[in-house]
């Protein structure tokens, strides 16, 4: 059974441009969260989809958007990218809450490293 | 508000001898807890949970952990360490009153050294 998919690995953006990382969930899995992870602030939730509904919301500006496709594959987007934004961006995706094993295991994919200059 | 904390940033463990990697949470309502670990390079690799019933989990790779619900605290432990256990250790709450929400909320992580 294939894992978390995030897409590209490895990228580098300058100041001022914007970037859109991929997530390909664990087939029948059909949330998805996002977070940001740096030395400083550690793992920090974006944003957190079901359905293509965008459930739950952290606390990042206007910048952080993302979208959930009827497949369940998941895209973050930030614009106007400053040098803070510099970091692991993982994806994970899970069951919806109803799953009648109980809490629900977050499953990562590898994270997307960006490096803004 | 949930939050977790990990009081230590770095644990250096003999290999062969017991280790122990601490975490203590706060939530509301009743949590469910989680601990991940993370290699170089690589997202984090689910450990184990607790939901409800024995305080004693056992969890994958030999780790174990034991919730307190009267202390807050969620430890990890294993009690023979290898150096292969060297990563970085991520304790976790979910505030389960939150119904619907998957947002889990994380310490700020434990770097486990096992030194041969």
């Known amino acids: 059974k294939a894992g978390v998919t995030q897409t590209p690995r490895y990228l580098i953006k300058t100041r001022g441009q914007q970037v859109t990382l991929s997530c390909s969930p664990i087939s029948g899995h059909r949330s998805v969260s996002w977070y940001q992870q740096t030395p400083g602030q550690g793992l920090q939730f974006l944003f957190e989809?079901?359905?293509?509904?965008?459930?739950n919301k952290g606390n990042f500006p206007g910048r952080f958007s993302g979208r959930q496709f009827s497949n369940s594959r998941s895209e973050m987007n930030v614009s106007t990218l400053e040098l803070g934004d510099s970091a692991l961006y993982l994806c994970?995706?899970?069951?919806?809450?109803?799953?009648?094993?109980?809490?629900?295991?977050?499953?990562f994919g590898a994270g997307s490293r960006l490096t803004v200059l | 508000a949930q939050s977790v904390a990990q009081p230590e940033d770095q644990v250096n463990v003999a290999e062969g001898n017991p280790l122990t990697v601490k975490c203590t949470y706060s939530v509301s309502g009743n949590p469910y807890l989680f601990w991940y670990v993370q290699y170089p390079n690589r997202g984090l690799q689910f450990l184990l949970k607790y939901i409800t019933g024995d305080n004693l989990v056992k969890g994958s790779y030999g780790f174990e952990a034991e919730f307190n619900k009267s202390q807050t605290s969620f430890h990890l432990k294993k009690p023979s360490a290898l150096v292969s256990d060297s990563a970085l250790y991520f304790c976790?709450?979910?505030?389960?009153?939150?119904?619907?929400?998957?947002?889990?909320?994380f310490g700020t992580g434990t770097r486990l050294t096992i030194i041969p």
């Open positions: 994970a995706s899970s069951f919806p809450r109803g799953d009648p094993s109980g809490a629900n295991v977050l499953t």
């Open positions: 989809y079901f359905s293509e509904t965008q459930r």
């Open positions: 976790a709450v979910r505030d389960i009153s939150n119904f619907g929400n998957e947002k889990l909320t």
